[in-house]
Structure formats: C-alpha cells, structure tokens
C-alpha cells in the first residue's frame, strides 16, 4: 500500500500499520475516487422447457400499503415457457398462505408444475411449501 510506505518513511509508532489501513478504509475523498465495490454476478443460466406450465418461477412482492381487504403482498408466479404472469394480492408471507393461494389460483387451473423455482426465503423453504 502506497499510503502505508509513505507513512513508514517519515513517521513511527506502535499499530501504525492498523491505523493507517483504517484512515484509508474510511477516507471519504479515497471512497469517492475509486468508486464502489463492484462484485462478480453469477453467470445466467438457460432453462430449457419443453411445455407449457413445466417449470414455474414465483416470488413475493411487498411490503406494500395494505389494501381495503387486508392483503400488503403480492404473490407473483410466471410460466418459464408462456411467460404467462398471475399477481395475486395476499396478506402475509407465511407458507400457509402461500401454499394455500398457490393451489386455489395457480394449481386448480393449470395442473402441479414439475419444477418450482423460486429465490429460496424463508417462505418458500419450510416444511409445508417442501412437500407442496
């Protein structure tokens, strides 16, 4: 580190090493220099589909403002083959709830999908939404 040679040349003391990592950690003027941090994304992936309501990604929605009938979420669930999108307002997060609308308005009308993919919360990794 540049910053930390200079200091040694000129300056001793004991952690002076510790301390100047943390000047330079926190120096608002380095920061805006070099910009944020970027990390690395992973790579996207293709799914390959060979029929409609094969593979179904969902997710939630919110919090949002509650409704006039109580819900503050919106469930969000979408064929990977049609695209085809459903929205559907619901009250809280819980699995049970979940569960129970994703049955009601997706499953009732197009069949149980091979795959669910979802971005793996704490609502869609419970026992219940398991073995769904």
Known sequence: MKTL???RERFYWDRLRADVEKWCRECHACGARKGP???TKGRLQRYNVSAPFE?????ILGPLP???KGNRYVLVLMDYFTKWPEA????????????????RVWI???G???ILHSDQGTNFNS???TEL
């Not at 593979?55 to 997710?59: F, G, I, S």
């Not at 559907?88 to 129970?100: G, L, R």
């Open 5 to 7: 040679s200079k200091t």
């Open 37 to 39: 941090k970027t990390r």
């Open 55 to 59: 593979r179904m990604a969902l997710d």
């Open 66 to 68: 509650v409704t006039t």
């Open 88 to 103: 559907i307002p619901i009250p809280d997060q819980e699995a049970s709830t979940v569960a129970e609308e994703l049955v």
């Open 108 to 110: 009732s009308r197009y």
């Open 112 to 114: 149980v999908p091979m």
């Open 127 to 129: 026992a219940l939404f």
